[in-house]
Every structure is written in structure tokens, then in C-alpha cells.
């Protein structure tokens, strides 16, 4: 059984920064893509990172230049910095990943979610 945690979630004033760690554990043959998305009350869930295999990275333009995320394949975390923070960032964060649990079989996790609020 695959599980994402994550962590670093709060409370942060505009302007401020903040990191969030997601963690894969359990059995698997390998990690693939993994992002970040959010969702605010009332919006759809969103994405807000994404990184490949090789480090390849993406984002939307509403946290393009803000947001930096980042892994570390042999702790298999991935990283979502997030600075300049504004209001509008307040949301529930989820970690997705993409996973091979075996040599040809491809599922999706998400993690339990981390509140981030950021007050003005």
C-alpha cells in the first residue's frame, strides 16, 4: 500500500514564505511524476506544480516566479517552496504522485491534504 504524507502546512502573512514536504512510503517499483495542487473553498482543485523524473518542472502563471518545487528521489519527497505568498494562496494543498507499484502497473496517490492560510 502506497501512502503520501505531508507536512509544513500553517499559517503565514502575505509576503511571508513556506515549505511543504510530501513523503511516499510503502511498497512500490518506482516514482514518476509527482505535483502539488490546491483547492480554495468553493474552486475546483487546481495544479500549482508539477515535476518529472528528470527534474523537469512546471507551473501555472497565477504562482509562476513564487512557488519552487523540487525532489529528492532517494527520500522520495517531493518539496513545495512557496514565497511572496499572498492571500489567495490560502487553500487545502495535495500531493499527487504518479507510481508504478509494479514493473507495468501506473496508479495515481494523493496525500490528505495540509491547510495553508495566509492572512493580510
Known amino acids: 500500500q502506497v501512502q503520501l504524507v505531508e507536512s509544513g502546512g500553517g499559517l503565514v502573512q502575505a509576503g511571508g514564505s513556506l515549505r511543504l514536504s510530501c513523503a511516499a512510503s510503502?511498497?512500490?517499483?518506482?516514482?514518476?511524476?509527482m505535483g502539488w495542487y490546491r483547492q480554495a473553498p468553493g474552486n475546483q482543485r487546481e495544479l500549482v506544480a508539477s515535476?518529472?523524473?528528470?527534474?523537469?518542472?512546471g507551473y501555472p502563471d497565477s504562482v509562476k516566479g513564487r512557488f519552487t518545487i523540487s525532489r529528492d528521489n532517494a527520500k522520495n519527497t517531493v518539496y513545495l517552496q512557496m514565497d511572496s505568498v499572498k492571500p489567495e494562496d490560502t487553500a487545502v494543498y495535495y500531493c499527487?504522485?504518479?507510481?508504478?507499484?509494479?514493473?507495468?502497473?501506473?496508479?495515481?496517490?494523493w496525500g490528505q491534504g495540509t491547510q495553508v492560510t495566509v492572512s493580510s
Open positions: 499527487n504522485a504518479r507510481i508504478a507499484t509494479m514493473l507495468t502497473i501506473i496508479s495515481y496517490f
Open positions: 510503502g511498497s512500490f517499483f518506482r516514482i514518476e511524476a
Open positions: 515535476i518529472t523524473t528528470d527534474g523537469t518542472t
